[in-house]
């Protein structure tokens, strides 16, 4: 990472690159804005992504430091963000869907899984724990041939999910 792309998050005041922080800008109505995509124009100010600290900087309305002059963050900036990150994974996952990088179905899955070509499990929040249980192993026999540890998760409830890969 070169020094040109090192940004300071504007609550811990750690160093690090664009991909570990969130960009907040200043809207016409003197409000916060969560910039995901880093294109909205003007002075923009760095926070840690993790939400407890998007909440301490709306909380200590950090951002008007930043800014230099009078903003306000909406009531529930980090919720704001969780949503709209949110959407963009869910968006992000419906293109893979298309490009045909995405595999449904317990069987294919598991097959996925223990050849090594997943990168990723993604499970529905009400997933049944047979069917977790069952993907796990796959993974850990995966670990125990020296493959890779393909990491698992639940982020996203199953309408959501249903909706973003077109089920």
């Not at 070169?2 to 003197?30: K, Q, W």
């Not at 916060?32 to 926070?47: A, E, I, N, T």
């Not at 909406?74 to 704001?80: A, R, T, V």
């Not at 026999?141 to 493959?147: N, P, R, T």
Request: charged share 30%; glycine share 10%.
């Amino acid at each position: 990472m070169d020094e040109m792309s090192e940004r300071t998050c504007i609550v811990t005041r750690r160093t690090g690159g664009p991909e570990g922080l969130l960009r907040f800008v200043a809207g016409p109505d003197m409000s916060v804005v969560p910039d995901l995509k880093r294109r909205l124009p003007g002075r923009g100010c760095w926070v840690t992504a993790e939400r407890s600290v998007v909440d301490e900087a709306a909380r200590k309305n950090l951002f008007a430091r930043a800014f230099k002059t009078r903003v306000t963050p909406p009531e529930d900036l980090g919720g704001m963000v969780d949503q709209l990150m949110a959407r963009a994974a869910l968006g992000a996952l419906g293109l893979a869907r298309k490009a045909g990088k995405v595999v449904l179905g317990a069987a294919k899955v598991e097959s996925a899984v223990r050849s090594g070509k997943a990168l990723l499990v993604l499970h529905a929040q009400e997933a049944s724990p047979d069917g977790v249980r069952k993907i796990d192993q796959a993974r850990r026999a995966v670990v125990h041939q020296e493959g890779p540890d393909i990491p698992a998760y639940k982020l996203f409830p199953e309408a959501e999910l249903g909706l973003a890969l077109g089920g």
